[in-house]
């Protein structure tokens, strides 16, 4: 009888259709026709940046330590504008050698040195 009922569970579990959730849909917004950087003013800690951007396309900015691969500083954002300024003020960060990296959604990556003192 216990043998019956284990192969009757084992056949019903085989046959039961396993249902698997749709996967999410990632937006990886507009491919980007314009990834550069414009400018770059530093004044003391404080840098202003402006980029060259494709409106809806997405890009990343990172601050990364000379010599690291550890960004101390990241953000993203998407383009609204074909000129897109950001200010960061790195006063927190360790007086050294930066690089600002300025990366679009297909993986192309401008670099410009920052020096905090």
């Known amino acids: 009888m216990k043998k019956?009922?284990?192969?009757?569970v084992i056949f019903l579990a085989a046959c039961t259709k396993v249902v698997t959730p749709p996967s999410p849909?990632?937006?990886l917004g507009v491919k980007s026709t314009f990834t550069n950087i414009k400018s770059i003013i530093q004044i003391e800690n404080t840098v202003t940046a402006e980029f060259e951007t494709t409106i809806g396309a997405k890009y990343s900015v990172q601050i990364v330590p000379f010599g690291s691969d550890q960004p101390a500083v990241k953000e993203g954002f998407t383009a609204s504008q074909a000129i897109?300024?950001?200010?960061?003020n790195l006063s927190n960060l360790s007086k050294r050698d930066y690089d600002l990296?300025?990366?679009?959604?297909?993986?192309?990556?401008?670099?410009?040195?920052?020096i905090i003192k």
Request: hydrophobic share 45%.
């Open 4 to 8: 019956l009922i284990l192969t009757s």
């Open 25 to 27: 849909v990632i937006d």
């Open 84 to 88: 897109t300024q950001k200010v960061y």
């Open 101 to 114: 990296i300025f990366i679009d959604i297909s993986g192309r990556e401008i670099k410009h040195p920052i």
